[in-house]
Nanobody, 123 residues
Framework: QVDVVEAGGGLAQAGKSLILSCAASGRTVRKSVMAWFRQAPGKEREFVAAVTWNGDRVNYGDSVLGRFDVSRDYIRNILFLRMNNLHAGDTAIYYC????????????????WGQGTQVTVSS
């Protein structure tokens, strides 16, 4: 069993930054892929960013490329997402995802999900 807990959501003004964190615990987490997804009201879940356990692969969704930065504390198994230059289109529930397989995560998400954290951007 893997426990996944997100934190750091809230309200931000357009153009500002916000940092999310995700703590994962449980078996084999240390060498898992960790990723962020988001889902806005009335829209499908969208891939945001992913990173392997050692950082040798990093990938971003097209809508956040160049604005968001994903990083990982490999010792404490904490995933971060720094969101810069936020705009209204970034308003969504952000979910953390953990899985052993990179392709599975990139294709739409792996096995373990957090409960999500709400990010609201005001214009």
């Amino acid at each position: 069993q893997v426990d996944v807990v997100e934190a750091g959501g809230g309200l931000a003004q357009a153009g500002k930054s916000l940092i999310l964190s995700c703590a994962a615990s449980g078996r084999t987490v240390r060498k898992s892929v960790m990723a962020w997804f988001r889902q806005a009201p009335g829209k499908e879940r969208e891939f945001v960013a992913a990173v392997t356990w050692n950082g040798d692969r990093v990938n971003y969704g097209d809508s956040v490329l160049g604005r968001f930065d994903v990083s990982r504390d490999y010792i404490r198994n904490i995933l971060f997402l720094r969101m810069n230059n936020l705009h209204a289109g970034d308003t969504a529930i952000y979910y953390c995802n953990v899985d052993d397989d990179w392709s599975t995560v990139i294709s739409g998400g792996g096995k373990y999900w957090g409960q999500g954290t709400q990010v609201t951007v005001s214009s």
